[in-house]
């Protein structure tokens, strides 16, 4: 079973970036494709923008165009969401989560990393 | 972007009792491959969310048979047969037709 294990919280001034990473089993990672899940106070999930590491394909959620890049180091079964331009609404908890490629349930998922965006 | 409806948001349950929560998108998440590209999860207090029903319909493995999922094209309804303590949390439908995914509002179940 696919174990996903994220970076811990952060605390951020507003106008920076953040990287959040998460790493996946080693065993399994090469038949993963991972999305990047926010939960804002209020706001519910929403749905960041995902990667297939195998592929190296990318899609981001047009919200966040420009201001989120996602990316995989195979050599460490671990990908990255890095946002940049933080401002006090990004204070949020952000998830990693799973699917097998060419599905697109998101059956794993990681406990969670916590940004607050605060001067 | 596909717009995601959930009803209702808030619904107070009574252990032994069934439940429905029901899902509407506003384009149809039905593939010509004849799968509909629509999930249920359950986030439970303090954890992450967790996926219940894949496809519209195909129950997570590890997920009790008292919880079901159907419909097709853009009006799908998740049912809880016999409600439990245990089954308290934020439901939330998310299609995956198109990108962006995604979600309903949520709908908070909680126990009477």
């Known amino acids: 079973q696919v174990q996903l294990v994220q970076s811990g919280a952060e605390v951020k001034k507003p106008g920076s970036a953040v990287k959040v990473s998460c790493k996946a089993s080693?065993?399994?990672?090469?038949?993963?494709?991972l999305s990047w899940v926010r939960e804002a106070p209020g706001h519910g999930l929403e749905w960041m923008g995902g990667i297939i590491p195998i592929l190296g394909a990318v899609n981001h959620a047009p919200k966040f165009q420009g201001r989120v890049t996602i990316t995989a180091d195979k050599s460490t079964s671990t990908v990255y969401m890095e946002l940049s331009s933080l401002r006090s609404e990004d204070t949020a908890r952000y998830y990693c989560?799973?699917?097998?490629?060419?599905?697109?349930?998101?059956?794993?998922w990681g406990q969670g990393t916590l940004v607050t965006v605060s001067s | 972007d596909f717009v995601m409806t959930q009803s209702p948001l808030s619904l107070p349950v009574t252990p032994g009792e069934p439940a429905s929560i029901s899902c509407r998108s506003s384009?149809?998440?039905?593939?010509?491959?004849?799968?509909?590209?629509l999930d249920w999860y359950l986030q439970k207090p303090g954890q992450s969310p967790q996926l219940l029903i894949s496809?519209?319909?195909n129950r997570a493995s590890g997920v009790p048979d008292r919880f079901s999922g159907s419909g097709s094209g853009t009006d799908f309804t998740l049912e809880i047969s016999r409600v439990e303590a245990e089954d308290v949390g934020i439901y939330y439908c998310m299609q995956a037709r198109q990108p962006p995914w995604t979600f309903g509002q949520g709908t908070k179940v909680e126990i009477k």
């Open positions: 989560a799973s699917s097998i490629v060419g599905t697109t349930s998101l059956d794993q």
């Open positions: 384009q149809s998440l039905l593939h010509r491959n004849g799968n509909n590209y």
């Open positions: 496809m519209g319909s």
């Open positions: 080693e065993d399994t990672f090469s038949r993963l494709a």
